[in-house]
C-alpha cells in the first residue's frame, strides 16, 4: 500500500499537481490505521489513494487534506492526533466521535510540484536558462523549429524536444495537459513564431475558462520590449483573447536586475520563476528584518 500511494503521489507532481499525504506517525490502544499506513489526496480532484484506517478518523483527515490543498500554494505540514472517542482528553488531542478508544497521530504533508518550464527557443538564451534549471535539478522541456537548436547535445537533460511548426505545437493540448508545465518562456528567435506560440497558449485558456474554472494554467512569459508586448496584445484582442489572461502574461520575462547576456537573462528569468514558484514578492524586503 505504501508504495503504491507514494508512486501515484510521484505521478501527481509530475502532472503538476499539488497533493497532501497524511502518514500515521504512531498510535495507542484500539485504532483503525497502524504506524505508517497513507493516504494521499490530489488538488486536480476529488480521487484519492490508500487509507489511515477508514471511518470517522479518515473523513476528518480527508476534510482536512482539501482544506489545505484548497488554501495553501507553498510547501507545508501539520500533525494532529486524534482520539477515538469523543470524550478523550489531553494536549492538543481532537476527539472523534468514536468507540475505538485509542490515539492516532498524523502527519499532513502538502507537496508542491518543483517547476517544470517549456523552453521555446532554442537560442542562447534558451541553453542558459537549460543550464540554470538543470543547476536547480528542475525539469525543462524545449521547443524550436529549427532541428538544430532542440539537439540532445544542447539539451541533453530534456524532458521532451519539439520541433513542429510554431503555429501547431499547441494543436493537441488542453488546459489539463498544459498544467505539466510550471512555465512557459517564449524565447523565439523570429518574432511571428512567438506571436504563434502565444496565442496557441491564449486561445486555449480562454476557450477552457468556462469549463475548467478554477484550472490554472501555466504561467507565461515573454522576451522582448514592452513595444513588441503592444503588438502581441493588439493581436490576441483581435483574436477575442480576454484582457484578464493578457494581464497575467509577463513582459519582458525577467527580474530588473540589468541583465544583458544571456547568462544573466537566464539568472533574471530564473530568480522570476523562483519566486512564483515560492509565492515570494522579491520587492518585499520584510524578510531581511527576520534574518
Not at 505540514?77 to 469523543?86: I, R
Not at 497521530?105 to 536558462?129: D, K, N, Q, R, S
Not at 533574471?268 to 523562483?274: D, L, N
Amino acid at each position: 500500500m505504501t508504495a503504491r500511494v507514494l508512486e501515484w503521489v510521484l505521478h501527481e507532481q509530475r502532472s503538476g499537481h499539488r497533493t497532501v499525504m497524511a502518514t500515521v506517525l504512531n498510535t495507542s490502544g484500539s485504532v483503525p490505521g497502524k504506524t505508517g499506513a497513507r493516504l494521499a489526496l490530489s488538488a486536480r480532484s476529488e480521487e484519492w489513494v490508500g487509507t489511515v484506517g477508514g471511518a470517522g478518523l479518515e473523513k476528518t483527515v480527508l476534510q482536512r487534506c482539501r482544506t489545505l490543498l484548497s488554501e495553501t500554494v507553498s510547501p507545508a505540514a501539520e500533525v494532529h492526533t486524534y482520539g477515538l472517542n469523543k470524550g478523550a482528553k489531553g494536549y492538543e488531542v481532537t476527539p472523534l466521535d468514536s468507540l475505538c478508544g485509542g490515539r492516532v497521530t498524523v502527519a499532513l504533508e502538502v507537496m508542491i510540484p518543483m517547476p517544470h518550464v517549456y523552453i521555446m527557443g532554442g537560442g542562447h538564451c534558451g541553453e542558459a536558462i537549460a543550464a540554470c534549471l538543470h543547476s536547480l535539478e528542475w525539469s525543462y522541456s524545449v521547443h524550436d523549429t529549427r532541428e538544430d537548436f532542440v539537439s540532445i547535445e544542447k539539451y541533453p537533460v530534456a524532458q521532451a524536444r519539439s520541433t513542429v511548426p510554431a503555429n501547431e505545437v499547441f494543436s493537441n493540448e488542453t488546459l489539463q495537459s498544459l498544467k505539466r508545465f510550471s512555465d512557459i518562456v517564449l524565447l523565439g528567435h523570429d518574432w511571428a513564431e512567438d506571436q504563434e506560440r502565444l496565442l496557441g497558449i491564449l486561445q486555449i485558456a480562454h476557450g477552457a475558462n468556462a469549463a475548467l474554472d478554477g484550472v490554472e494554467a501555466p504561467r507565461v512569459g515573454v522576451i522582448g520590449s514592452r513595444s513588441k508586448w503592444q503588438a502581441f496584445e493588439s493581436v490576441c484582442r483581435n483574436e477575442g483573447i480576454a484582457s484578464s489572461l493578457l494581464d497575467q502574461v509577463v513582459c519582458p520575462i525577467g527580474l530588473n536586475i540589468g541583465a544583458q547576456t544571456p547568462q544573466e537573462i537566464a539568472v533574471a528569468v530564473v530568480a522570476q520563476i523562483m519566486a512564483a514558484h515560492k509565492n515570494v514578492d522579491p520587492n518585499d524586503a520584510t524578510w531581511r528584518q527576520s534574518s
